[in-house]
């Protein structure tokens, strides 16, 4: 096998835990408050748009491509090599220690570009994780290996993660999600705050309106299905970011509409039993 | 918002910045002005990087030669048929002729290669007892198990080096001889054989046994050489420096390589008048041919390079370099005009309204 075996045994529990789990504790696309000002912002989740079994075999390919790269990649430069003294530098140790090292940086690198909301403590276990790794290296083995390969290492890591950068850039420009464009609004709403600080309160009343999950009467209900509520009564939207909102709110009145037939159609079949 | 403005119940959870996810934190966006400069930087950085290592690369001479003794290619033929795929008698030898028209620039480096030989396969790269490599006197008579069956030899006796990686040692030997005028005599080339292993490998982690009564043969007492040594390992070399366990050869050998084709570091020619590099001129190089390869159909190269900034002749990481580059360049090429195309669709939207 190529990996050392501590670092086998090191790897899943010291090398990689830790920015995984501040990932899960920490990690916001939107802030609260904008989350409940824009509850489409959960319908990809109850759609089962965001871990599917597309999702899950376009992660096993990016796997598998990251494998490929990390090992063919310091297999190549290792072919007949030598060290800048003459000596021979191609031995087992360097081998495994230069793939490993790899590794280490390129999954670091991946989970920092996944990590949309950096605080301390991801930075902390992120870099925390790499620098771990570094040091149990200098305290296992000797002192040759460390001058040597200083070319490689970023080499891998951009192979690797340049793919996975330039596929999600162009799913952004062309495809941009919901919670995407929130961002993005949010970002340029914290720059320009005076200005734009009054059309988030437009939003939040027609909302309000339309706040089923908070209302204490009954027959909202029948106001969303009939998607009068979300016809344009406003004026027409003028930033990207409403017009992209007020396409979703045709999708999801259409959606609504279906939902109403089927609910319909039932009822009246048991109306008829 | 309608929360119910309730009293702090036992089970609310604090409202600190921590528990109620509101640390402060860096939200980074994917946005075009960071991935863009970064694709063209990194582009041309690669490119440049790329460049340089192929350069360099391209500017390293190798010479090669092949003398496995296979059928019709030189007369190391006869030593490998004498052999007959056990090992070949004692000091068989032969001999490559070779010319340089221009002077092969220094210092030059002289390597042994080998191909199919898998010093990876994972039961011959652990049987190998480092206890008794770095000088343990109790380790000496007692190896270690993994180095069966190299462990203890038909009499009985504890096997020092022992294992599969000590036993299969390299032991063919070059010597270099140089004729400056045509039809004149040869003269030797000096072959620096000493610092060919690794500092930390030659200083550190190998080491005698201490010496009894000043003798390492009496140190070495009541063990037994591997089996197919010619020698006792305190007999490697004249060289007190040099023999036993820090024995140069042995401890390159002992750092096994990473892929089935590998070459090690022989010699190295710096001395004298040869440390500018190999003048033009005829040269004969001298092979003891010891070591049997045709049983497993590998094969045996001698190769004299030289050496770069980047190590020796490898154009294969310049050209990933210069792959990747040119494919970041050209996909920032294509983000842009996406990025741009978008721009411009989101404005005219807008316009539209």
């Known amino acids: 096998t190529v990996y050392d075996q501590w670092f086998v045994t090191l790897f899943n529990i010291v090398y990689t835990s830790l920015p995984v789990l501040a990932m899960g504790i920490f990690d916001q696309d939107v802030s609260d408050q904008t989350s409940m000002d824009y509850p489409q912002l959960y319908e990809p989740g109850q759609l089962n748009l965001l871990f599917n079994k597309r999702r899950f075999f376009i992660c096993v390919a990016h796997g598998i491509y990251t494998s490929l790269a990390l090992f063919f990649i310091p297999y190549g430069s290792f072919y007949n090599v030598a060290g800048e003294d003459g000596q021979h530098i191609a031995d087992y140790q360097s081998f495994a220690v230069t793939m490993a090292t790899s590794l280490v940086i390129v999954v670091s690198v991946q989970i920092a570009l996944d990590t949309s909301y950096w605080t301390v403590v991801n930075h902390v276990f992120i870099w925390g994780s790499v620098a771990t790794y570094f040091s149990i290296l200098l305290a296992m083995h000797s002192n040759g290996i460390f001058g040597i390969f200083p070319r490689q290492f970023p080499f891998v890591a951009v192979a690797s993660v340049m793919p996975v950068v330039t596929f999600r850039f162009l799913r952004m420009c062309l495809y941009p999600s919901l919670s995407d464009q929130i961002r993005r609004w949010q970002k340029a709403q914290r720059k320009e705050r005076p200005i734009r600080s009054r059309k988030p309160q437009i939003r939040r009343s027609s909302s309000r309106r339309s706040g089923y999950a908070f209302a204490h009467q009954e027959g909202y209900g029948e106001l969303i299905t009939s998607g009068k509520n979300m016809r344009a009564k406003s004026p027409a939207p003028t930033s990207g970011l409403e017009k992209t909102l007020y396409n979703n709110a045709s999708w999801i009145e259409n959606l609504c509409k279906k939902t109403a037939d089927v609910v319909s159609g039932f009822s009246h079949d048991k109306t008829v039993k | 918002m309608t929360w119910s403005a309730s009293a702090r ?58 003398y496995t003794g296979n059928p019709g290619t030189g007369n190391c033929s006869l030593c490998a048929a004498e052999g007959q795929g056990r090992a070949p008698p004692p000091n068989c030898s032969c001999a490559w002729y ?180 190999l003048p033009r001129g005829a040269y004969r190089v001298n092979i003891t041919y010891n070591y049997p390869v045709s049983a497993f159909g590998g094969h045996k190269l001698i190769i004299l390079s030289n050496i770069s900034w980047m190590g020796g002749k490898n154009p294969f990481l310049g050209i990933a370099y210069l792959v990747v580059g040119s494919l970041c360049i050209l996909m920032g090429f294509v983000m842009l005009v996406v990025y741009i195309r978008y721009q411009d669709q989101d404005d005219d939207d807008n316009d539209d309204e």
């Open chain 2, 9 to 66: 119940g036992a089970h609310q959870p604090d409202n600190t910045a921590f528990t109620q996810q509101r640390l402060p934190a860096w939200q980074p966006l994917l946005s075009a002005g960071i991935t863009l400069p970064l694709f063209f930087c990194a582009g041309l950085a690669f490119i440049g990087l790329g460049l340089g290592l192929f350069y360099s690369s391209n500017g390293i001479k190798e010479l090669e030669y092949d």
């Open chain 2, 98 to 277: 070779f010319s340089l028209p221009e002077l092969f620039p220094g210092p030059v480096y002289l390597y042994y290669e080998l191909s199919n030989f898998y010093q990876n396969n994972r039961r011959y790269g652990v049987s190998r007892d480092d206890a008794q490599l770095s000088g343990l006197a109790s380790a000496l008579r007692h190896p270690a198990n993994e180095c069966a069956p190299y462990q203890y030899s038909a009499t009985g006796l504890p096997i020092a080096p022992c294992g599969a990686i000590a036993n299969s040692l390299f032991n063919d030997s070059f010597s270099l001889w140089h004729q400056r005028q045509p039809g004149g005599s040869y003269v030797e080339v000096p072959l620096d054989r000493t610092a060919i292993a690794w500092w930390t490998d030659y200083h550190v982690k190998f080491r005698n046994p201490p010496l009894v009564n000043g003798s390492l043969a009496l140190a070495f007492r009541g063990t037994a050489p591997p089996p197919n040594w010619h020698r006792p390992v305190y007999e490697l070399s004249p060289d007190p420096n040099n023999t036993g366990f820090i024995n140069q050869d042995f401890v390159v050998w002992m750092r096994t390589a990473a892929l089935p084709t590998f070459r090690k570091l022989y010699a190295r020619i710096r001395q004298g008048n040869y440390s500018a590099g």
